[in-house]
């Protein structure tokens, strides 16, 4: 069992608490000049994402958490699980709504998402921060407007919607930025 | 110093003892004994063989302290004045800070005043249990510590996390007579043993410095010391030999004497209204 000692302490390292893993947010050591060590030290929870403040004596260890990001491919949605694949060693991963969360609305087989890892199941599924998806549907467009003021709402193939200029097309490739949910372009003009 | 007719020396920074207090932890040194912690013993037998009033200023070397107001090596200021009492070194102490920030200190108080107004605990009387268990529940108690009856480690807790954090907001102030748990080299008070005649002074919430009426008989020195070394041992911490030329010292007489140490890097970063000490280091201990 890897363990790390709080001297070792610092934002990004993921540990275990009460047998869920945590991501350090920030270590604050607190020490009076000839007393007791301690660290203060606020934790995100990878499976809720929840943030709770908590204090450890100096010097105390506690268990790693076995955390890590791989860029792995969207296979396919199977309604209840969506699956992913390792592309050079062809493993594959179930992840379930929990960690796939917002990003459902944005992947497309065979799109590259960074997922994170516990213990070898997926806690969390990061879509990519730019995507290309069509128009499935959308009222028609407004021939001569390219100033993108006002716009009107597009579903995606995906199921997403985003509000998108009023010249945009049913049947058109656009560029979406996911980490705002907001259009950027059309794909052929980025 | 020179003003105020303080002499400045400068005694050994790698020293073949280390002191016992059970909070500090040392670097040894390899083939050549320990770093010290504070100037603290060299002063004590210069002050033993007659010197007056005398200060250090330099490098201090503390193992493990790393953090946004820690540096493992830092600057420290600490001076003493044989034959002066503990308000002799406070009025002082308030007067450098005084000056250097610009601000008059807030008046003084006591650690049990603060304490009280803080949790409603008094920290001198109170069960330790009862120390324990405000601390639980407020979320600041580590997990796994129902076994931890050391009294001094739970007004540590609470002071560092609750209490410290509200002292000196608009200007320095000196909190006195603090818990004598793990007074090592420190008078007690002669009518309450509980107590220790030390003080500390604080600012936004960082402790700035730490002064006493110091301990002069050897024979308390000597029992305190080995209390400190069970603790560690108990602790499974290394233990240091006895610093038996301090003792030897002291048993040849050191005068009453009041001191105090001071974090320089710490006043210069929060005089320059930095938030860390990071900014005042030219290379922090992560860039070392």
């Known amino acids: 069992m890897a363990t790390f000692n709080t001297n070792q302490f610092k934002g990004g390292l993921k540990i275990i608490l009460d047998g869920d893993p945590y991501n350090i947010v920030e270590n604050e050591f607190v020490k009076p000049g000839k007393g007791q060590a301690f660290n203060r030290v606020k934790l995100r929870n990878l499976k809720t994402n929840r943030v709770v403040e908590r204090t450890f004596k100096s010097g105390d260890s506690v268990e790693a958490a076995d955390v890590f990001n791989l860029d792995l491919q969207f296979l396919y949605h199977d309604g209840e699980f969506w699956h992913f694949m390792e592309p050079n060693s062809f493993e594959q991963y179930q992840a379930g709504e929990a960690a796939v969360g917002d990003s459902a609305q944005w992947i497309k087989a065979q799109d590259m998402c960074s997922v994170t890892l516990w213990n070898g199941t997926p806690l969390q599924v990061d879509a990519p921060n730019f995507v290309t998806l069509a128009v499935t549907e959308t009222d028609p467009g407004v021939r001569g407007d390219t100033s993108g003021g006002g716009g009107k709402p597009a579903t995606l193939e995906t199921g997403a919607v985003v509000r998108v200029p009023l010249f945009i097309e049913e049947g058109e490739v656009l560029k979406v930025d996911t980490r705002k949910g907001e259009y950027v372009s059309r794909a052929n003009e980025s | ?288």
Not at chain 2, 90 to 111: D, K
Not at chain 2, 125 to 142: F, I, K
């Open chain 2, 1 to 288: 110093m020179a003003a105020a007719g303080v002499l400045e020396v400068d005694t050994p920074l790698i020293s073949t003892a280390a002191p016992a207090e059970r909070g500090l932890q040392c670097m040894a040194v390899e083939r050549g004994g320990h770093l010290v912690p504070s100037p603290e013993h060299g002063l004590k037998r210069l002050l033993a063989a007659g010197a007056g009033p005398i200060y250090q200023m330099g490098p201090v070397f503390r193992a493990g302290e790393a953090g946004r107001w820690h540096n493992p090596e830092f600057c420290m200021l600490e001076w003493y004045r044989p034959r002066a009492a503990i308000d002799d070194i406070i009025e002082e102490t308030e007067a450098l800070l005084g000056a250097v920030t610009g601000l008059e200190c807030a008046p003084r108080t006591s650690y049990r005043a603060v304490f009280l107004s803080v949790t409603g605990l008094d920290p001198i009387e109170c069960a330790t249990d009862a120390l324990a268990a405000w601390a639980r529940q407020r979320d600041l108690a580590p997990a796994n510590m129902a076994d931890e009856h050391d009294r001094a480690f739970w007004l540590d807790l609470i002071m560092s996390l609750a209490v410290q954090p509200t002292l000196g907001e608009s200007a320095p102030i000196c909190v006195t007579d603090f818990p004598a748990e793990d007074a090592v080299l420190v008078e007690t008070h002669p009518d309450d043993d509980r107590v220790a005649r030390r003080f500390e002074c604080f600012w936004q919430g960082v402790e700035l410095a730490n002064g006493a009426q110091e301990l002069t008989a050897a024979a308390t020195a000597r029992e305190r010391m080995a209390r400190e070394q069970r603790l560690r041992r108990e602790a499974g911490r290394a233990v240091p030999p006895l610093d038996e030329k301090l003792l030897a010292a002291m048993t040849a007489g050191l005068p009453p004497c009041a001191g105090v140490a001071l974090g320089v890097d710490r006043l210069l970063a929060l005089v320059c209204g930095f938030d860390s000490l990071a900014p005042v280091l030219a290379f922090d201990w992560a860039r070392r």
